[in-house]
T-cell receptor
Framework: DQQVKQNSPSLSVQEGRISILNCDYT??????FLWYKKYPAEGPTFLIS?????DKNEDGRFTVFLNKSAKHLSLHIVPSQPGDSAVYFC????????????FGGGTRLMVKP | KAGVTQTPRYLIKTRGQQVTLSCSPI?????VSWYQQTPGQGLQFLFE???????NKGNFPGRFSGRQFSNSRSEMNVSTLELGDSALYLC??????????????FGPGTRLTVL
Protein backbone atom coordinates (compact mmCIF):
# COMPACT_ATOMS: atom_id res chain seq x y z
CA ASP A 1 0.00 0.00 0.00
CA GLN A 2 1.73 3.12 -1.26
CA GLN A 3 1.14 5.89 1.22
CA VAL A 4 2.85 8.51 -0.92
CA LYS A 5 2.30 8.56 -4.67
CA GLN A 6 3.70 10.55 -7.52
CA ASN A 7 1.46 9.61 -10.40
CA SER A 8 3.53 11.19 -13.15
CA PRO A 9 6.73 9.23 -13.75
CA SER A 10 8.05 11.91 -16.08
CA LEU A 11 7.49 15.54 -17.05
CA SER A 12 8.98 17.56 -19.89
CA VAL A 13 9.02 21.36 -19.75
CA GLN A 14 10.51 24.13 -21.85
CA GLU A 15 13.21 26.27 -20.28
CA GLY A 16 11.77 29.39 -18.65
CA ARG A 17 8.32 27.90 -18.16
CA ILE A 18 6.78 26.59 -14.95
CA SER A 19 7.28 23.00 -13.80
CA ILE A 20 4.58 21.54 -11.57
CA LEU A 21 5.25 18.26 -9.84
CA ASN A 22 2.45 16.60 -7.92
CA CYS A 23 2.26 14.25 -4.96
CA ASP A 24 -0.64 12.58 -3.18
CA TYR A 25 -0.67 10.88 0.19
CA THR A 26 -3.13 8.70 2.06
CA UNK A 27 -1.88 8.71 5.67
CA UNK A 28 -3.62 11.51 7.57
CA UNK A 29 -0.96 11.27 10.29
CA UNK A 30 1.67 12.77 7.99
CA UNK A 31 2.43 16.28 9.19
CA UNK A 32 5.65 17.24 7.47
CA PHE A 33 6.44 17.06 3.78
CA LEU A 34 9.69 17.44 1.90
CA TRP A 35 10.88 17.56 -1.69
CA TYR A 36 14.21 16.14 -2.76
CA LYS A 37 16.05 16.29 -6.06
CA LYS A 38 18.19 13.37 -7.14
CA TYR A 39 20.77 12.75 -9.82
CA PRO A 40 21.78 9.18 -10.77
CA ALA A 41 24.27 7.53 -8.42
CA GLU A 42 23.99 10.40 -5.94
CA GLY A 43 22.06 10.89 -2.75
CA PRO A 44 18.89 13.01 -2.74
CA THR A 45 19.41 16.72 -2.18
CA PHE A 46 16.92 18.53 0.05
CA LEU A 47 14.99 21.27 -1.76
CA ILE A 48 12.12 22.56 0.34
CA SER A 49 9.73 21.44 3.06
CA UNK A 50 6.37 22.35 4.51
CA UNK A 51 4.63 21.51 7.74
CA UNK A 52 0.95 20.70 7.92
CA UNK A 53 0.14 23.98 9.63
CA UNK A 54 1.00 25.85 6.45
CA ASP A 55 -0.39 25.73 2.95
CA LYS A 56 2.51 27.34 1.13
CA ASN A 57 6.25 27.68 1.48
CA GLU A 58 8.51 29.51 -0.91
CA ASP A 59 12.26 29.47 -1.42
CA GLY A 60 13.58 31.27 -4.46
CA ARG A 61 12.34 29.56 -7.60
CA PHE A 62 10.75 26.74 -5.59
CA THR A 63 7.30 26.86 -4.01
CA VAL A 64 5.51 24.00 -2.32
CA PHE A 65 1.75 24.02 -1.88
CA LEU A 66 -0.11 21.77 0.53
CA ASN A 67 -3.82 20.97 0.34
CA LYS A 68 -4.54 18.93 3.44
CA SER A 69 -8.18 18.28 2.69
CA ALA A 70 -7.22 16.75 -0.65
CA LYS A 71 -4.07 15.13 0.78
CA HIS A 72 -2.15 16.67 -2.09
CA LEU A 73 1.01 18.67 -2.43
CA SER A 74 2.77 20.17 -5.38
CA LEU A 75 6.16 21.66 -6.16
CA HIS A 76 6.33 24.61 -8.52
CA ILE A 77 9.61 25.59 -10.15
CA VAL A 78 9.60 28.99 -11.82
CA PRO A 79 11.36 29.61 -14.12
CA SER A 80 12.56 26.14 -15.01
CA GLN A 81 16.21 25.77 -16.00
CA PRO A 82 18.02 22.91 -17.78
CA GLY A 83 19.98 22.27 -14.57
CA ASP A 84 16.70 21.39 -12.88
CA SER A 85 16.55 18.20 -14.92
CA ALA A 86 16.62 15.38 -12.36
CA VAL A 87 14.33 13.00 -10.51
CA TYR A 88 12.20 14.69 -7.87
CA PHE A 89 10.91 12.82 -4.85
CA CYS A 90 8.30 13.94 -2.41
CA UNK A 91 8.53 12.52 1.09
CA UNK A 92 6.33 12.62 4.16
CA UNK A 93 6.84 12.05 7.85
CA UNK A 94 4.73 11.58 10.94
CA UNK A 95 5.92 13.36 14.06
CA UNK A 96 5.23 10.21 16.07
CA UNK A 97 7.60 8.20 13.90
CA UNK A 98 10.76 10.18 14.43
CA UNK A 99 12.70 10.90 11.28
CA UNK A 100 11.28 8.07 9.18
CA UNK A 101 10.48 9.35 5.71
CA UNK A 102 8.02 7.71 3.34
CA PHE A 103 8.92 8.50 -0.26
CA GLY A 104 6.91 8.69 -3.43
CA GLY A 105 8.13 6.88 -6.51
CA GLY A 106 9.69 9.98 -8.07
CA THR A 107 9.05 12.12 -11.15
CA ARG A 108 11.74 12.60 -13.78
CA LEU A 109 11.79 16.22 -14.86
CA MET A 110 13.37 17.15 -18.19
CA VAL A 111 13.82 20.84 -18.91
CA LYS A 112 14.51 21.46 -22.57
CA PRO A 113 16.66 24.43 -23.63
CA LYS B 1 30.71 22.04 7.02
CA ALA B 2 31.35 18.58 5.60
CA GLY B 3 28.33 16.66 4.41
CA VAL B 4 27.28 13.10 5.09
CA THR B 5 29.95 10.64 4.04
CA GLN B 6 29.47 6.99 3.23
CA THR B 7 32.05 4.29 2.69
CA PRO B 8 32.66 2.40 0.57
CA ARG B 9 31.02 3.99 -2.47
CA TYR B 10 30.90 0.74 -4.43
CA LEU B 11 30.90 -2.84 -3.31
CA ILE B 12 30.59 -6.18 -5.07
CA LYS B 13 29.76 -9.28 -3.05
CA THR B 14 28.52 -12.77 -3.78
CA ARG B 15 25.41 -14.47 -2.48
CA GLY B 16 25.69 -15.71 1.08
CA GLN B 17 28.36 -13.23 2.11
CA GLN B 18 27.82 -10.44 4.57
CA VAL B 19 28.58 -6.74 4.20
CA THR B 20 29.06 -3.74 6.46
CA LEU B 21 28.44 -0.19 5.27
CA SER B 22 29.52 2.92 7.13
CA CYS B 23 28.05 6.38 7.47
CA SER B 24 29.44 9.52 9.10
CA PRO B 25 26.76 12.15 9.68
CA ILE B 26 27.15 15.89 9.48
CA UNK B 27 29.01 17.18 12.52
CA UNK B 28 26.56 17.80 15.36
CA UNK B 29 23.81 15.67 13.87
CA UNK B 30 22.63 12.93 16.19
CA UNK B 31 20.07 11.12 14.09
CA VAL B 32 21.09 8.72 11.33
CA SER B 33 18.64 6.92 9.07
CA TRP B 34 19.26 4.31 6.41
CA TYR B 35 17.33 3.82 3.17
CA GLN B 36 17.47 1.32 0.34
CA GLN B 37 16.83 2.39 -3.23
CA THR B 38 15.99 -0.15 -5.91
CA PRO B 39 14.39 0.34 -9.32
CA GLY B 40 11.39 -1.78 -8.36
CA GLN B 41 10.68 -0.61 -4.81
CA GLY B 42 11.98 2.94 -4.87
CA LEU B 43 13.35 4.52 -1.70
CA GLN B 44 12.49 2.50 1.37
CA PHE B 45 13.24 3.22 5.01
CA LEU B 46 15.43 0.66 6.75
CA PHE B 47 15.98 2.03 10.26
CA GLU B 48 16.81 5.11 12.27
CA UNK B 49 19.27 5.58 15.11
CA UNK B 50 19.36 8.39 17.61
CA UNK B 51 21.79 8.54 20.52
CA UNK B 52 22.93 4.97 19.83
CA UNK B 53 19.36 3.62 20.04
CA UNK B 54 17.31 2.26 17.19
CA UNK B 55 14.10 4.27 17.19
CA ASN B 56 12.32 2.98 14.11
CA LYS B 57 12.64 0.01 11.82
CA GLY B 58 11.21 -0.49 8.37
CA ASN B 59 9.77 -3.65 6.92
CA PHE B 60 12.98 -5.52 6.21
CA PRO B 61 14.10 -8.99 7.32
CA GLY B 62 16.34 -9.50 10.32
CA ARG B 63 19.32 -9.96 7.99
CA PHE B 64 19.46 -6.17 7.93
CA SER B 65 20.84 -4.66 11.10
CA GLY B 66 22.61 -1.55 12.23
CA ARG B 67 24.18 0.30 15.07
CA GLN B 68 25.25 3.76 16.04
CA PHE B 69 28.36 4.74 17.96
CA SER B 70 28.80 7.42 20.59
CA ASN B 71 30.23 9.81 17.97
CA SER B 72 26.98 9.35 15.95
CA ARG B 73 28.70 7.40 13.20
CA SER B 74 26.59 4.49 12.07
CA GLU B 75 27.06 1.15 10.39
CA MET B 76 24.59 -1.16 8.76
CA ASN B 77 25.14 -4.83 8.18
CA VAL B 78 23.48 -7.23 5.79
CA SER B 79 24.10 -10.92 6.40
CA THR B 80 23.54 -13.84 4.03
CA LEU B 81 23.33 -11.60 0.99
CA GLU B 82 20.71 -12.29 -1.67
CA LEU B 83 20.61 -11.10 -5.27
CA GLY B 84 17.69 -8.84 -4.38
CA ASP B 85 19.85 -6.92 -1.91
CA SER B 86 21.60 -5.23 -4.83
CA ALA B 87 20.71 -1.60 -4.36
CA LEU B 88 21.89 1.89 -3.55
CA TYR B 89 22.06 2.22 0.23
CA LEU B 90 21.63 5.75 1.44
CA CYS B 91 22.36 7.24 4.81
CA UNK B 92 20.71 10.45 6.01
CA UNK B 93 21.49 12.58 9.02
CA UNK B 94 19.47 15.18 10.83
CA UNK B 95 20.05 17.46 13.75
CA UNK B 96 17.17 16.53 15.99
CA UNK B 97 15.56 13.30 16.87
CA UNK B 98 12.54 14.33 18.88
CA UNK B 99 10.62 15.98 16.11
CA UNK B 100 10.01 15.21 12.49
CA UNK B 101 10.15 18.89 11.60
CA UNK B 102 13.72 18.88 10.50
CA UNK B 103 15.40 18.21 7.22
CA UNK B 104 17.40 15.11 6.55
CA UNK B 105 20.58 15.37 4.55
CA PHE B 106 21.65 12.42 2.47
CA GLY B 107 25.04 11.02 1.70
CA PRO B 108 26.09 9.89 -1.80
CA GLY B 109 25.19 6.28 -1.07
CA THR B 110 26.91 2.92 -1.34
CA ARG B 111 26.16 0.94 -4.49
CA LEU B 112 26.04 -2.73 -3.50
CA THR B 113 26.04 -5.38 -6.20
CA VAL B 114 25.39 -8.98 -5.22
CA LEU B 115 26.49 -11.60 -7.75
Amino acid sequence: DQQVKQNSPSLSVQEGRISILNCDYTNSMFDYFLWYKKYPAEGPTFLISISSIKDKNEDGRFTVFLNKSAKHLSLHIVPSQPGDSAVYFCAASDNNAGNMLTFGGGTRLMVKP
Amino acid sequence: KAGVTQTPRYLIKTRGQQVTLSCSPISGHRSVSWYQQTPGQGLQFLFEYFSETQRNKGNFPGRFSGRQFSNSRSEMNVSTLELGDSALYLCASSLQGFSSYNEQFFGPGTRLTVL
